[in-house]
């Protein structure tokens, strides 16, 4: 079949339907199709014809199945999807470091909570939920303690929101591009289901004192990590997540009660959470002094980048994925923002020259991540594929050149800038600064 015509006579069809599309910008080079056509099945290439008479029966249909398990796990065939981490203290502290989200093998929005990433400043404290306290103190009428069953009894609000760590992305800072996994480069964010009581009432129990402008909030593990918040975020979205996809806060995002903070540093988003201190100031603690402060050309850095940037990633197809044919296929990846809804994604496959608007998949809450999907025609040269997110506030994914001017050269925190995957003419993917 001709490709060519093929891909032409899609976009036709779904130019007629009126459907959620996609107006090249050249024509010439058009190479993304619609959603109605993938919906009518234009694009299924996969099945191959079957004879029905010749189907067997597999050895599994044979004999009973496995007995029940109390707690589920993945397939084992499944085994390879792992998190890969890193630690640069393995002798001495060899659960400090992080781990990190395989983007490139998993769909959908939620992050499984077995693979949510993970970053330990001293690993993660065995900690016994009966003897874990919570303490509220400092500018507050009253100081209050609680323990995980007096704050059971508050009630409690679900969010979806995405964490994200403030050196997510930090391999695309380098000299050259890193040549590894969608989630080798951008793993170090996740997205779960988070239930728990939001914060804004357990200080108004306390009673806020006058002169009070910030919370210090410190963790129960050994590296005793506290971070400096804003009362006005306090007060609007920080929740104390005791509940991740359903279940019990795993271990290692902060069992039994963490911080969440949403669309914010994950820093922030203190785990193991023991210590609220209300204060009229920022503490001005390690881990927003020496870390997480963003230097720029004049010598002086951005202490307080608290709001993550608006961002997008191609998951499929993006390094270590092989095209092994020309044809259709369906782009996907996901797109964030700290400051809410994502509101459009735009897909390039020559660098940046020509955008086409993905389909965004639904429900898209705030401050999550938004799966996109775009139907595209491999033609079997080269091609450099691109995803730009815009979110409701106006805020638009940066190029390269316009995040990375900010900073000094190899500033790797926050960094947010387009992705570029290059596809070579035999299919096989790249890393590329474009
Ligand atoms: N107490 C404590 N809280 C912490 C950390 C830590 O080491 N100790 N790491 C922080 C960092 S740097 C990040 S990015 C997030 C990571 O959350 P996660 O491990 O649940 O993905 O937790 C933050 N909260
Ligand atoms: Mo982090």
Same mark, same amino acid.
């Given at each position: 079949?001709?490709?060519?015509?093929?891909?032409?006579?899609?976009?036709?069809?779904?130019?007629?339907?009126?459907?959620?599309?996609?107006?090249?910008?050249?024509?010439?080079?058009?190479?993304?199709?619609?959603?109605?056509?993938?919906?009518?099945?234009?694009?299924?290439?996969?099945?191959?014809?079957?004879?029905?008479?010749?189907?067997?029966?597999?050895?599994?249909?044979?004999?009973?199945?496995?007995?029940?398990?109390?707690?589920?796990?993945?397939?084992?065939?499944?085994?390879? $999807?792992? /998190? +890969?981490?890193?630690?640069?203290? @393995? =002798?001495? &502290?060899?659960?400090?470091?992080? *781990? #990190? %989200?395989?983007?490139?093998?998993?769909?959908?929005?939620?992050?499984?909570?077995?693979?949510?990433?993970?970053?330990?400043?001293?690993?993660?404290?065995?900690?016994?939920?009966?003897?874990?306290?919570?303490?509220?103190?400092?500018? $507050?009428? /009253? +100081?209050?303690?609680?323990?995980? @069953? =007096?704050? &059971?009894?508050?009630?409690?609000? *679900? #969010? %979806?929101?995405?964490?994200?760590?403030?050196?997510?992305?930090?391999?695309?800072?380098?000299?050259?591009?890193?040549?590894?996994?969608?989630?080798?480069?951008?793993?170090?964010?996740?997205?779960?289901?988070?239930?728990?009581?939001?914060?804004?009432?357990?200080?108004?129990?306390?009673?806020?004192?006058?002169?009070?402008?910030?919370?210090?909030?410190?963790?129960?593990?050994?590296?005793?990590?506290?971070?400096?918040?804003?009362?006005?975020?306090?007060?609007?979205?920080?929740?104390?997540?005791?509940?991740?996809?359903?279940?019990?806060?795993?271990?290692?995002?902060?069992?039994?009660?963490?911080?969440?903070?949403?669309?914010?540093?994950?820093?922030?988003?203190?785990?193991?959470?023991?210590?609220?201190?209300?204060?009229?100031?920022?503490?001005?603690?390690?881990?927003?002094?020496?870390?997480?402060?963003?230097?720029?050309?004049?010598?002086?850095?951005?202490?307080?980048?608290?709001?993550?940037?608006?961002?997008?990633?191609?998951?499929?197809?993006?390094?270590?994925?092989?095209?092994?044919?020309?044809?259709?296929?369906?782009?996907?990846?996901?797109?964030?923002?700290?400051?809410?809804?994502?509101?459009?994604?735009?897909?390039?496959?020559?660098?940046?020259?020509?955008?086409?608007?993905?389909?965004?998949?639904?429900?898209?809450?705030?401050?999550?991540?938004?799966?996109?999907?775009?139907?595209?025609?491999?033609?079997?040269?080269?091609?450099?594929?691109?995803?730009?997110?815009?979110?409701?506030?106006?805020?638009?994914?940066?190029?390269?050149?316009?995040?990375?001017?900010?900073?000094?050269?190899?500033?790797?925190?926050?960094?947010?800038?387009?992705?570029?995957?290059?596809?070579?003419?035999?299919?096989?993917?790249?890393?590329?600064?474009?």
């Amino acid at each position: 079949m001709n490709t060519e015509k093929a891909s032409q006579a899609l976009i036709a069809t779904g130019e007629t339907s009126g459907e959620t599309s996609i107006a090249p910008t050249d024509t010439k080079r058009r190479r993304f199709l619609t959603r109605s056509a993938s919906v009518a099945g234009t694009l299924a290439t996969g099945g191959v014809t079957a004879n029905a008479a010749a189907q067997e029966v597999p050895a599994w249909m044979k004999s009973p199945g496995a007995p029940m398990r109390g707690y589920g796990t993945p397939s084992k065939f499944e085994e390879p $999807v792992k /998190r +890969p981490f890193a630690s640069g203290y @393995a =002798t001495v &502290s060899p659960g400090t470091g992080s *781990s #990190r %989200t395989p983007h490139q093998s998993l769909e959908g929005t939620i992050t499984p909570s077995g693979l949510h990433f993970e970053r330990h400043h001293n690993g993660v404290p065995d900690i016994d939920p009966a003897k874990h306290e919570l303490l509220i103190h400092g500018l $507050v009428t /009253r +100081p209050l303690v609680f323990n995980l @069953a =007096t704050l &059971s009894r508050y009630p409690m609000i *679900s #969010r %979806t929101h995405f964490v994200e760590c403030a050196g997510n992305s930090g391999a695309n800072s380098g000299p050259k591009p890193a040549q590894t996994t969608v989630g080798g480069i951008h793993g170090l964010a996740s997205v779960s289901e988070w239930t728990g009581v939001p914060l804004s009432l357990l200080l108004n129990e306390a009673g806020i004192a006058s002169g009070a402008q910030w919370v210090l909030a410190e963790g129960a593990d050994s590296a005793a990590m506290t971070r400096s918040v804003p009362l006005t975020k306090i007060m609007d979205d920080a929740m104390v997540a005791l509940y991740q996809n359903g279940e019990r806060v795993r271990p290692e995002q902060g069992y039994p009660m963490r911080l969440l903070l949403p669309g914010w540093e994950g820093n922030m988003n203190v785990k193991w959470l023991r210590r609220i201190k209300v204060t009229d100031a920022p503490t001005h603690t390690k881990d927003e002094t020496s870390k997480y402060s963003d230097l720029q050309p004049d010598g002086k850095a951005r202490q307080f980048t608290f709001e993550l940037g608006v961002k997008s990633i191609i998951t499929f197809p993006s390094f270590g994925h092989k095209l092994d044919r020309r044809g259709p296929y369906e782009l996907t990846g996901i797109a964030w923002s700290g400051a809410g809804r994502i509101s459009r994604v735009e897909v390039s496959a020559d660098g940046g020259a020509s955008w086409s608007n993905a389909n965004l998949q639904g429900p898209i809450y705030s401050k999550s991540f938004t799966r996109f999907r775009l139907p595209w025609e491999w033609t079997g040269t080269a091609a450099v594929l691109q995803s730009r997110a815009i979110d409701e506030k106006g805020n638009v994914q940066p190029t390269r050149q316009a995040f990375t001017s900010q900073y000094v050269a190899g500033m790797s925190y926050h960094n947010h800038y387009i992705q570029s995957w290059a596809i070579a003419a035999d299919g096989s993917i790249s890393n590329v600064y474009a």
